[in-house]
């Protein structure tokens, strides 16, 4: 279902369907700007969103149920590795070369299973463009600084991602030890189906 069906109030920042993203184009697969989740991810993502309301706090989005042929685009891309255009923005620190060997690029991805999402928290009531909350690392940097306890963060950016990951596992969501954006609802419907159709 359509998140924003649940949550009018969440923010939306779909990098795949942009070229704002590790490989600088639109993947394939991402035919409209929506974030589509199962039901009971949604539903529970709703729940974060209603927690931090109160404080003035609301969830950002950039990626939510990812078809099997955009994670077939990322592998293409990883395999090419004389296109590094987008290398300085999302991995400076890592050869193209060792992003399978180092995982982050994979064959399969939680995220075609429907009920994973990508999220850090932003100001409730801003605009698309304003300044989420300092998490140390921007989103898809690949590179330990992303580990959710990473300690080449600051202690604020460590507590912001201590905020995110305390909300989302108290709707039952698991975080990643590689990403402290990566969230996947522990009891998701469909754990081992890969989908392939389309965002439209």
């Known amino acids: 279902m359509d998140v924003q069906q649940v949550i ?24 409209a700007p929506r974030a589509l989740l199962t039901r009971p991810a949604a539903e529970a993502l709703g729940r974060v969103q209603q927690e931090l309301a109160p ?11 990812r078809p099997q042929r955009a994670v077939e685009h990322f592998v293409r891309w990883a395999r ?30 939680s995220h075609s299973r429907g009920s994973t999402v990508d ?33 080449a963060v600051t202690p604020v950016q460590r507590a912001h991602r201590l905020l995110l990951r305390t909300l989302m596992e108290k709707q039952g969501f698991q975080p990643y030890a590689q990403e402290w954006w990566h969230f996947t609802l522990a009891a998701e419907p469909f754990p081992d189906t890969y989908f392939d159709f389309p965002v439209r």
């Open 8 to 31: 009018p109030t969440f923010q939306l920042d779909l990098r795949y369907y942009g070229v704002d993203n590790f490989v600088g184009e639109r993947i394939d697969g991402y035919q």
């Open 119 to 151: 999220v850090t928290l932003v100001p409730l009531n801003a605009t698309h463009s304003a300044k989420a909350l300092d998490m140390g690392t921007s989103f898809d940097w690949f590179g330990p600084e992303s580990w959710p306890n990473s300690s």
């Open 55 to 65: 404080f003035g706090l609301g969830l950002k989005l950039f990626d939510a149920y």
């Open 80 to 109: 090419d590795v004389n296109d590094t255009r987008m290398k300085a923005t999302f991995y400076p620190d890592v050869a193209k070369r060792d992003l399978f060997k180092k995982g982050y690029i994979a064959e399969k991805s």
